[in-house]
């Protein structure tokens, strides 16, 4: 009995341990995170402008994440974040917007707040709102929050944008596109549209082990030089492969630095070389520092396809 009342204790004391690290965690995202829905909507923008969109998702809740992504037709919130930042076509305007704080944002008191992130505008005053031309980049959707021990702000809900702003309107920057007929052409389809986006979204797709997903990102010859890096014989067997060296896919999809570096070749029109290889991924935990959740992604090539103003990978090499 008294070893059992000594490994009780030992329980206690873990346990003890446990709340005190999780208490910490709260008081330190309280003190951290934004404090009101319109600092939480532009700390959004500015890191998507900032070309950091991964770190974005770590103001929404774990569970929410998903959720984000899947709006907007992407396995992890960072690829969509990625597929996000790859659309802001003016990053000084898109961090300088104006929201209608009667009308378009809410105060929950000590318990949460939202704001309505389709109805900021660009470039004008409440009193001119037009002025200042066309949407800089996308809008990121309706936001709530919920307060952490009465101070910081995380995002625990979110609504897309509407996909269109009825008979005659346009569809709104950032939301899923509406739905249509099947093209009668094969391609690619929509790509991301920055020449470092590929990276970012692949990391989601092979954390899932999402091979239609990650294949559609490659050319032939991507496919080809992809599944000749990973020793296999074709693209969805290397996704497999690559898979198997991921040991904790839910962090290796959210990387949150250490973003790919693309350089444009001399000479040619939309190709860049793209060092994916210096990622990096949350590491600290209660029980201490954690390895890396899987390797390095690689070192790729990307193009526009034929007719395509998005990048696909047309080259594959291993760090």
Not at 214 to 220: I, M, N, V, Y
Request: with cysteine.
């Amino acid at each position: 009995m008294a070893g059992g009342g000594l490994f009780a204790e030992h329980l206690d004391v873990l346990a003890a341990e446990e709340v005190s690290a999780e208490q910490q965690h709260q008081e330190n995202l309280a003190r951290i995170m934004p404090n009101t829905p319109q600092e939480m909507l532009r700390s959004i923008h500015d890191l998507l402008a900032e070309k950091d969109p991964a770190r974005a998702c770590l103001l929404f809740e774990d569970p929410l994440r998903p959720q984000f992504g899947a709006a907007f037709g992407e396995p992890t919130c960072e690829a969509a974040m990625f597929k996000l930042a790859a659309q802001i076509k003016e990053p000084n305007k898109y961090v300088e917007f104006n929201v209608n704080w009667q009308k378009d944002v809410r105060l929950e008191g000590d318990t949460g707040a939202f704001i309505d992130g389709c109805a900021v505008t660009f470039g004008g005053g409440l009193l001119d709102p037009e002025n200042g031309g066309g949407d800089p980049g996308p809008k990121i959707g309706k936001l709530h929050m919920k307060r952490i021990l009465k101070r910081g702000l995380v995002v625990d809900g979110f609504t897309p944008c509407n996909t269109a702003a009825g008979p005659g309107g346009t569809p709104t920057p950032g939301a899923p596109p509406p739905s249509a007929a099947p093209p009668t052409t094969t391609g690619p389809g929509p790509l991301p549209t920055s020449p470092r986006a590929p990276a970012g979204v692949l990391v989601g797709y092979l954390a899932k082990g999402n091979d239609a997903g990650a294949c559609r990102l490659f050319s032939d010859s991507g496919k080809a030089a992809f599944a000749k890096a990973q020793g296999v014989a074709d693209c969805p067997a290397a996704v497999a492969a690559f898979r198997t060296k991921i040991t904790d896919p839910d962090r290796y999809g959210k990387p949150i630095g250490g973003d790919s570096d693309a350089t444009a070749r001399k000479g040619s029109y939309g190709t860049h070389d793209v060092d994916a290889c210096k990622l990096n991924w949350s590491n600290y935990t209660v029980d201490g520092e954690m390895p890396p959740p899987g390797p390095q992604l690689g070192r790729m090539v990307v193009e526009h396809p034929p007719g395509n103003d998005g990048y696909w990978i047309t080259g594959f090499s291993n760090c």
